[in-house]
C-alpha cells in the first residue's frame, strides 16, 4: 500500500517521532532502546511507533519477541521532492529580489 503524504507530514510535526527516525537512521533498536532517550512510559513510545509506522517513515522486523524498527527513507524523499518546488519559488524570487535592488542604485 503506498503512502499518503498527509501522514507522512501528520508523523513528521511531532518533535518526538522525528527524533525517534535520527535514531533509526543511525541503527535499528527495539522498543525499549528507543524508549530509554525519552522522558515518556514504553506505551507513549509505541504510539509514537505506530503513527511512524503507518505513515511508512518505519519498517518493523520481529526477532524472537522483539520488534525492531528501521528507517525508511522513501518517504521522507517523496517529501523532500515535493519541498524542492518551494525551494525553486523562493531562489527566484530572492533572484527578482535581488535584481531590482541592482537596478534601484
Same mark, same amino acid.
Given at each position: ?7 507522512? +507530514?501528520?508523523? !513528521?510535526?511531532?518533535?518526538? &517521532? /522525528? ?8 541503527? @535499528?533498536?527495539?522498543? =525499549? =532502546? ?6 515518556? =512510559? &514504553?506505551?507513549?513510545? =509505541?504510539?509514537?511507533? /505506530?503513527?511512524?509506522?503507518?505513515? /511508512? ?7 524472537? /519477541?522483539? &520488534?525492531? +524498527? ?14 524542492? +518546488?518551494? #525551494?525553486?519559488?523562493? #531562489?527566484?524570487? !530572492? ?7 541592482? @537596478?534601484?542604485?
Amino acid at each position: 500500500m503506498p503512502y499518503k503524504i498527509n501522514d507522512v +507530514f501528520s508523523a !513528521l510535526a511531532d518533535e518526538n &517521532r /522525528r527524533n525517534m527516525l535520527v535514531m533509526l537512521a543511525k541503527e @535499528n533498536k527495539n522498543v =525499549s =532502546s528507543i524508549a530509554e532517550h525519552f522522558k515518556f =512510559s &514504553r506505551p507513549a513510545v =509505541s504510539k509514537h511507533l /505506530r503513527i511512524l509506522k503507518k505513515a /511508512r517513515l518505519v519498517k518493523m522486523t520481529k526477532k524472537g /519477541r522483539e &520488534r525492531y +524498527f528501521s528507517l525508511n527513507p522513501v518517504p521522507v524523499k517523496e517529501v523532500f521532492d515535493w519541498l524542492k +518546488f518551494y #525551494d525553486k519559488f523562493w #531562489d527566484d524570487k !530572492l533572484n527578482l529580489l535581488k535584481k531590482y535592488v541592482e @537596478n534601484k542604485k
